[in-house]
């Protein structure tokens, strides 16, 4: 599936809503957006997004809730340093699931 217009913007608009100090899997932006088992294309949608983007796409992290980018690459240390700006705690280079935000729908 390529990201179609309706997908891209469910899939923002979910972003969008991650508070700060919270983080969401790839796979839970999917589901919420209304598209489960789409986790690659939610990856795919925030790469294509400007770099200059007000959306909190440092948020969204992989299900073991580590970062997707190589560890020590220039995109990892900025994701890392937004989310630890926001109290976000890694151990071992990962995000506790206490920190995985769960909304009440």
Known sequence: MMASQEFTEKTWAV???V???RVM???QVAKMAGF?????QVGAVL???????TLPWHRIVNASGGLSFPVGSEAYTRQRERLEREGVIFSA?????S???QPLF
């Open 36 to 40: 489960a088992g789409y986790a690659r």
């Open 47 to 53: 790469k294509a997004m400007p770099e200059e983007t």
């Open 99 to 101: 920190l995985f935000w």
């Open 19 to 21: 508070p700060p100090g």
């Open 15 to 17: 972003v969008a809503s």
């Open 93 to 97: 280079n990962k995000i506790p699931k």
């Open 25 to 27: 899997a790839y796979g």
